[in-house]
């Protein structure tokens, strides 16, 4: 394992099988998940973290090198806290513009990422999970807010009683914005060799990860077998029929397949 990397991180949008990932990782024992780090709340805190990090400080300009020196202590809390797992936590596209220092240009392109270049400088092992099917995934989002995508019951007693319609506007706001933000990052991690894309659903089976995506993710890992990085998730999915359950889903399909010939298409993962 000369060449592990010291951390892995997940990059993928909002329901896209992140919390079934980590949850997996943590059950393994090798490596435990710590979710969205830099959300609001628990469990990493990174709110209280940044409020601790500045206050003893005369200033705070938001500065690259204070900015870097920041992260850096974060990352160290968060290795401190798995030991003696490595930690792994997930980073949301909607996230992937936030912590940029005060001395960034607007329209700032993937190779001026100031979080991606962190990962990067850092070694981090990066995972891009990409969920194909844009309309399913736009559904899941949306019944996730409705009554919530992953859960360790009944499925029927999950989706009992929904039926929804989905604003085409927003559908179409919403996966426009996911293709832009995968080939920014694709475009971000170009020729960085700990960079691998697992797709959703394809990547789980059962109640754990896949034989293939496993081994992928532990080359990734510099380790030799997958034995023991994986373990089985608690999670499930509330809604794997989505038609059942969308009364327009024919029509957020046809809105996808749209965009994604607008923005070029999605070649397969990587």
């Not at 995972?127 to 844009?134: E, G, K």
């Amino acid at each position: 394992m000369a060449d592990a990397p010291p951390f892995l991180v997940t990059i993928a949008t909002q329901r896209s099988g992140t919390k079934f990932l980590g949850t997996a990782f943590s059950a393994g024992g090798l490596v435990r998940s710590l979710g969205e780090v830099l959300q609001p709340g628990a469990p990493a805190a990174f709110g209280r973290f940044f409020a601790d990090f500045v206050r003893p400080r005369d200033a705070f300009a938001f500065e690259a090198a204070e900015m870097t020196a920041c992260l850096d202590a974060f990352l160290a809390r968060l290795a401190a806290q798995v030991a003696p797992a490595r930690l792994h936590f997930d980073l949301m596209y909607n996230t992937l513009g936030a912590l940029a220092p005060i001395w960034t240009l607007p329209d700032a392109g993937p190779a001026a990422n100031f979080l991606l270049d962190w990962l990067k400088a850092r070694g981090a092992g990066v995972i891009h999970l990409l969920r194909p099917d844009l309309a399913e995934c736009h559904a899941s989002h949306v019944i996730a807010e409705t009554r919530g995508l992953y859960h360790s019951g009944s499925d029927g007693d999950a989706a009992r009683g929904m039926r929804l319609r989905l604003d085409p506007a927003a559908a179409t706001a919403r996966i426009r914005g996911v293709l832009r933000a995968r080939a920014f990052v694709r475009a971000a991690f170009s020729g960085y060799a700990r960079f691998v894309e697992i797709a959703y659903p394809d990547f789980v089976a059962g109640q754990t990860v896949a034989p293939e995506a496993a081994a992928r993710i532990a080359r990734l890992a510099g380790m030799v077998s997958p034995q023991g990085l994986f373990g089985p998730s608690p999670l499930r999915v509330t809604a794997p029929d989505k038609a059942a359950l969308v009364e327009n889903l024919d029509e957020i399909r046809a809105i996808a397949a749209r965009l994604e010939a607008e923005e070029g298409g999605l070649s397969p993962p990587r």
